[in-house]
């Protein structure tokens, strides 16, 4: 199976600060890379597909970048509702895997 | 609106057997790959299995091969998962998932579009 690791796994920011999390995955899967949004008890949210895709609705302060092994979800401006736990996600073979999460906290 | 939601989930004894269900609105189910994604406790999350098209194609992940099975109805836009010989590492939220994705000459891409809102499936005597 291939695996994603990400980093850090946890990130501690303000509103307005610009962060990047990584995900490396242990064999090149081209561009076939997802990025999920998740907040507590509540089911992910898919912001972004095909490494840089935006999803319809997703504001534009989040986008991605990579392709191969290293990847990158980037938010432009922290804004309180952006204080959650991501996971990036490859479905190029199976079993589909995700990264363990990152959780960014105030 | 595209629409899953799942039932089924509870608290049951290790060995013992339970059936989730997922029921879909706004689209049907015949024309997509249909998934069971879970996240145990404070963890991450974890692929089970997927269907397409009503049971013509499945896939399991490795430790639920042989004990669980999904099946579907397009005629209800449904979709199950028949869990048996639970074990307490299968305590988890289960999640119902549609994915969306493509083949091309550089490989295939997929990705969970739209996702319920869980159920809870606590093995434990």
Known sequence: ?106 | EVKVVESGGGLVQPGGSLRLSCAASGFTISGYWMNWVRQAPEKGLEWVANIYSGGSQKNYVDFVKGRFTISGDNAKDSLYLEMNSLRAEDTAVYYCARSLGYCSGGGCSNWFDSWGQGTLVTVSS
Request: aromatic letters at 10%; proline letters at 7%.
């Open chain 1, 1 to 106: 199976a291939i695996q994603l690791t990400q980093s850090p796994s946890s990130l501690s920011a303000s509103v307005g600060d610009r962060v990047t999390i990584t995900c490396r995955a242990s064999q090149g899967i081209s561009s076939a890379l997802a990025w999920y949004q998740q907040k507590p008890g509540i089911a992910p949210k898919l912001l972004i597909h095909d490494a840089s895709t935006l999803e319809s609705g997703v504001p534009s302060r989040f986008s991605g970048s990579g392709s191969g092994t290293d990847f990158t979800l980037t938010i432009s401006s922290l804004q309180p509702e952006d204080f959650s736990t991501y996971y990036c996600q490859q479905f190029t073979t199976y079993p589909p895997t995700f990264g363990q999460g990152t959780k960014l906290e105030i």
